[in-house]
């Protein structure tokens, strides 16, 4: 039976969990990874801004390289294993063509995904990524299947 | 490889170069999380005989003439767990326990709050508190994440005021957005650390206030909320302006923590 309510994560968090939750998010250049291990129904999802922690500030959740690995944590605590999950990417669009800097950091984020999903040995079964487009998108825990509406520019902003 | 376009030799290197910022990064993650570990079980270690001493304070029986000596032992409790605070939540963001939760609450009552248990500094160097409170309605927020900021740049404005100084607080909110003004008087205003100041231990520079911490744990907390915070001097008057935006629409959800407005339907969606 799926819930009702809908999980929402922001840039900088992560949601895991081995209910049949729904999470969702909005994203343009940022990129959110959904994992999903059907053997025992364990998924979730994360929404980073940036690909690299540059180690100036603190250590958080908004850096692909620190958000990715803490999500495959997360989700090994809960009972999946790395060989059985299976990944979703999404996001990464380039938003503002004025600049160059902001395109870099869609791509950037998309390679970091799927650099790090390989060093784990996790299969990407699915992605929609790049493009112009802000993306909206809601994790089924149920069945691991991920729904994706593309968004509005100003929907989005800078996410 | 004469076949390749630009864009393909810039993707190329593109794709070179962030395999070697990873694996940098990777390198420098390692030497990290030791000490992130580390931050962590210190923190609760110190956490818990400190909630224990916090607790028993208020029942000792004072002596005549014991006051001043009691008084003492309060502040250094006080002043410690609020360090012990701070290095908890630097744990917490940094192991990524951090979410962000939402609460209707009085903005004014956590400013109160935070104004409590900074009392000892504020009599010791008489700091002349000015609280200008603009926000009417009550207003949806992480209450916990609102304390810490607002303790944190109150604290530091109060750590850099001079004595009989004044330290101005200003509430307000504007299309949708709430502003925080603290406003302090300061002697000696570094305008050559302002790209630093949110960088953590940067106060080293200046190591006879507090950790160094403060700051950058007030503005990972402003962007997790999706904020900001930004630093100006002025006339030897610091000023430091927190914006958050506001989500009227959570207000008639009751703070019951669903974004579910933010979607219109998925009915028309691609699966994947």
Not at chain 2, 25 to 41: C, G, M, P, V, Y
Not at chain 2, 50 to 72: C, V
């Given at each position: 039976?799926?819930?009702?309510?809908?999980?929402?994560?922001?840039?900088?968090?992560?949601?895991?969990?081995?209910?049949?939750?729904?999470?969702?998010?909005?994203?343009?250049?940022?990129?959110?990874?959904?994992?999903?291990?059907?053997?025992?129904?364990?998924?979730?999802?994360?929404?980073?801004?940036?690909?690299?922690?540059?180690?100036?500030?603190?250590?958080?959740?908004?850096?692909?390289?620190?958000?990715?690995?803490?999500?495959?944590?997360?989700?090994?605590?809960?009972?999946?294993?790395?060989?059985?999950?299976?990944?979703?990417?999404?996001?990464?669009?380039?938003?503002?063509?004025?600049?160059?800097?902001?395109?870099?950091?869609?791509?950037?984020?998309?390679?970091?995904?799927?650099?790090?999903?390989?060093?784990?040995?996790?299969?990407?079964?699915?992605?929609?990524?790049?493009?112009?487009?802000?993306?909206?998108i809601q994790l089924n825990l149920e069945q691991g299947k991920v729904l994706l509406?593309?968004?509005?520019?100003?929907?989005?902003?800078?996410? | 490889?004469?076949?390749?376009?630009?864009?393909?030799?810039?993707?190329?290197?593109?794709?070179?170069?962030?395999?070697?910022?990873?694996?940098?990064?990777?390198?420098?993650?390692?030497?990290?999380?030791?000490?992130?570990?580390?931050?962590?079980?210190?923190?609760?270690?110190?956490?818990?005989?400190?909630?224990?001493?916090?607790?028993?304070?208020?029942?000792?029986?004072?002596?005549?003439?014991?006051?001043?000596?009691?008084?003492?032992?309060?502040?250094?409790?006080?002043?410690?767990?609020?360090?012990?605070?701070?290095?908890?939540?630097?744990?917490?963001?940094?192991?990524?326990?951090?979410?962000?939760?939402?609460?209707?609450?009085?903005?004014?009552?956590?400013?109160?709050?935070?104004?409590?248990?900074?009392?000892?500094?504020?009599?010791?160097?008489?700091?002349?508190?000015?609280?200008?409170?603009?926000?009417?309605?009550?207003?949806?927020?992480?209450?916990?994440?609102?304390?810490?900021?607002?303790?944190?740049?109150?604290?530091?404005?109060?750590?850099?005021?001079?004595?009989?100084?004044?330290?101005?607080?200003?509430?307000?909110?504007?299309?949708?957005?709430?502003?925080?003004?603290?406003?302090?008087?300061?002697?000696?205003?570094?305008?050559?650390e302002i790209p630093k100041i949110f960088t953590r231990f940067s106060e080293k520079?200046?190591?006879?206030?507090?950790?160094?911490?403060?700051?950058?744990?007030?503005?990972?907390?402003?962007?997790?909320?999706?904020?900001?915070?930004?630093?100006?001097?002025?006339?030897?008057?610091?000023?430091?302006?927190?914006?958050?935006?506001?989500?009227?629409?959570?207000?008639?959800?009751?703070?019951?923590?669903?974004?579910?407005?933010?979607?219109?339907?998925?009915?028309?969606?691609?699966?994947?």
């Amino acid at each position: 039976m799926i819930k009702t309510g809908s999980n929402f994560i922001h840039v900088g968090q992560i949601h895991v969990d081995t209910e049949p939750i729904l999470i969702s998010t909005v994203l343009g250049s940022c990129v959110a990874v959904c994992l999903y291990d059907k053997r025992v129904c364990v998924g979730g999802m994360n929404h980073y801004l940036l690909p690299f922690w540059n180690g100036n500030g603190l250590q958080s959740l908004k850096f692909g390289n620190i958000s990715i690995p803490k999500l495959i944590e997360s989700m090994i605590d809960k009972g999946a294993k790395s060989n059985t999950m299976e990944a979703k990417i999404f996001g990464g669009a380039s938003i503002n063509f004025s600049s160059c800097q902001t395109m870099m950091v869609g791509e950037k984020n998309i390679l970091v995904a799927r650099e790090i999903l390989n060093d784990y040995k996790i299969k990407i079964v699915a992605e929609d990524v790049g493009g112009n487009s802000g993306r909206k998108i809601q994790l089924n825990l149920e069945q691991g299947k991920v729904l994706l509406k593309y968004t509005a520019k100003s929907n989005f902003g800078d996410m | 490889m004469q076949n390749l376009s630009k864009i393909e030799i810039l993707e190329n290197e593109v794709e070179f170069l962030s395999k070697k910022i990873l694996e940098l990064n990777k390198k420098l993650i390692d030497s990290d999380k030791a000490k992130t570990l580390f931050l962590s079980l210190i923190a609760n270690k110190l956490n818990d005989p400190m909630t224990a001493i916090l607790g028993m304070l208020p029942h000792l029986k004072i002596q005549n003439g014991n006051e001043k000596i009691f008084s003492t032992i309060c502040q250094e409790a006080s002043d410690l767990d609020f360090k012990i605070q701070n290095l908890i939540t630097v744990a917490e963001i940094e192991s990524g326990n951090m979410n962000n939760t939402h609460a209707l609450l009085e903005i004014k009552k956590i400013i109160d709050e935070a104004l409590e248990s900074l009392k000892y500094i504020i009599k010791d160097k008489n700091i002349e508190i000015n609280v200008e409170n603009l926000v009417e309605k009550k207003i949806v927020t992480d209450p916990k994440k609102i304390y810490i900021i607002t303790k944190n740049l109150i604290s530091n404005a109060c750590m850099h005021c001079p004595q009989n100084g004044v330290v101005d607080i200003i509430l307000s909110t504007e299309k949708s957005i709430l502003t925080l003004l603290i406003k302090n008087e300061s002697s000696e205003p570094k305008l050559k650390e302002i790209p630093k100041i949110f960088t953590r231990f940067s106060e080293k520079i200046d190591s006879r206030h507090g950790l160094g911490i403060g700051l950058s744990i007030v503005r990972e907390l402003c962007e997790s909320l999706g904020g900001s915070v930004e630093y100006d001097i002025d006339n030897n008057f610091v000023t430091f302006k927190v914006k958050l935006p506001l989500d009227e629409a959570m207000q008639d959800f009751q703070a019951c923590g669903s974004n579910e407005f933010l979607f219109d339907s998925f009915d028309d969606a691609i699966e994947l």
